[in-house]
């Protein structure tokens, strides 16, 4: 996949993960996040920028079609791919982990109390 077919997807995946029409979950793997729709499709979202790992891409993206990996997005240097999937993935771990303003509120607020 070219990169501006790659930012495309990014892009779209994004918008539909924002519109809550592609759910997030998380995963028994720490910062790893799966979804599946149109009924053959699976994703994978994963990060290593929390690990010590440089020899890994930062983010991953797999999309599966029956168990196949079809596609596989691991941008090697900074640029707008890169840009695009750590998006991506910093939207999809608020959403699979309900991260929302009211729990930040109820945080915040906890805070105050101290």
């Given at each position: 996949m070219n990169d501006a077919k790659a930012v495309a997807f990014l892009q779209e995946l994004l918008v539909k993960t924002r519109e809550g029409k592609i759910h997030w979950e998380p995963t028994v793997v720490d910062h790893t996040y799966v979804s599946a729709f149109g009924g053959k499709f699976g994703l994978a979202i994963s990060s290593n920028a929390y690990l010590s790992a440089?020899?890994?891409?930062?983010?991953?993206?797999?999309?599966?079609?029956?168990?196949?990996?079809?596609?596989?997005?691991?941008?090697?240097?900074?640029?707008?791919?890169?840009?695009?999937l750590e998006e991506l993935f910093e939207t999809v771990q608020k959403q699979a982990l309900l991260v929302d303003d009211s729990k930040l509120d109820s945080v915040l607020a906890e805070l105050h109390r101290l």
């Open positions: 440089e020899s890994l891409p930062s983010c991953l993206l797999r999309v599966d079609d029956r168990g196949r990996e079809v596609i596989r997005i691991a941008p090697e240097e900074p640029g707008v791919l890169a840009d695009n």
